[in-house]
């Protein structure tokens, strides 16, 4: 999660936002991993629909506006 708090950092200059995806159930991992700041946090096996669902929700979010 290091990597992550890195780039969060608000001087970084990254505005990616991180989705994670783990075969660790610990309640521990998620919060880190929120804390870190991951917008979205899947456990394994994954549900498909639902990071196909997150994933296009959050590209929705952090693209450009279309051209007129």
């Known amino acids: 999660f290091g990597v992550m708090q890195w780039l969060s950092r608000p001087n970084s200059g990254v505005r990616s936002p991180f989705v994670v995806?783990?075969?660790?159930?610990?309640?521990?991992?998620?919060?880190?991993?929120l804390a870190a700041g991951a917008v979205?946090?899947?456990?394994?096996?994954?549900?498909?629909p639902a990071l196909l669902a997150a994933l296009d929700t959050l590209i929705a979010s952090h693209s450009p506006p279309a051209a007129v």
């Open 21 to 33: 995806i783990t075969g660790d159930d610990s309640a521990g991992t998620r919060d880190k991993a």
């Open 40 to 48: 979205r946090f899947f456990q394994k096996p994954l549900a498909m």
